[in-house]
Antibody, heavy 123, light 106 residues
């Protein structure tokens, strides 16, 4: 069974940092692009970042560019999101998601999703 | 940037009703359109991609259509377990979600 399990969320003050992790299992992690998508409380879905299969190519939403860094460790089957200079508006549930197996890679089509980890930025 | 809009923002229908949700892209996106279902308190789930291809395991009462800028998601006979927020998403590049349509049972 394909599983994605996020961890690392919590309460952090504005300007602080946090590192999220996503442990993958049930599939060959190194074969798939991976993504982070967030959802502010009561709001919609927003794509945050993606990495290609070996981590050599990454892209970011404008709202997090220069502050967030996505990375992966294929030996540990784990995806990361380093979040620096956090702002109130970064408060959200952060989901990791795999690029869909139905699209051949490079798709930004999200399936499946992890259960999410809540990041709260507040003083 | 391409913007995605959805209508209505919410709807309430009876069990067994036919329900249609519309998604519009500000520019043509061919058929790179996906639909996700997010049940209350749950994780989003991919329902459909390429505008009309059902993800494995999704009930056949769900269908999709459209190409270019205008797309629809149809539930042919609404069931209680379909209560959810439905999001459309442009994929393949610059992924953008629509604002969502909340579906309730009347």
């Amino acid at each position: 069974e394909v599983q994605l399990v996020e961890s690392g969320g919590g309460l952090v003050q504005p300007g602080g940092s946090l590192r999220l992790s996503c442990a993958a299992s049930g599939f060959t992690f190194s074969n798939y692009w991976m993504h982070w998508v967030r959802q502010a409380p009561g709001k919609g879905l927003v794509w945050v970042s993606r990495t290609n299969t070996d981590g050599s190519s990454t892209t970011y939403a404008d709202s997090v560019k220069g502050r967030f860094t996505i990375s992966r460790d294929n030996a540990k089957n784990t995806l990361y999101l380093q979040m620096n200079s956090l702002r109130d508006e970064d408060t959200a549930v952060y989901y990791c998601a795999r690029d869909s197996a139905n699209c051949g890679g490079d798709c930004y089509l999200f399936d499946p999703w992890g259960q999410g980890t809540l990041v709260t930025v507040s003083s | 940037d391409i913007q995605m809009t959805q209508s209505p923002s919410s709807l309430s229908a009876s069990v067994g009703d036919r329900v249609t949700i519309t998604c519009r892209a500000s520019q043509g996106i061919r058929n790179y359109l996906a639909w996700y279902q997010q049940k209350p308190g749950k994780v989003p789930k991919l329902l459909m991609y390429a505008a009309s291809t059902l993800q494995s395991g999704v009930p056949s009462r769900f269908s999709g259509s459209g190409s270019g800028t205008d797309f629809t998601l149809t539930i042919s006979s609404l069931q209680p377990e379909d209560v959810a927020t439905y999001y459309c998403q442009k994929y393949k590049s610059d992924p953008t979600f629509g604002p969502g349509t909340k579906v309730d049972i009347k």
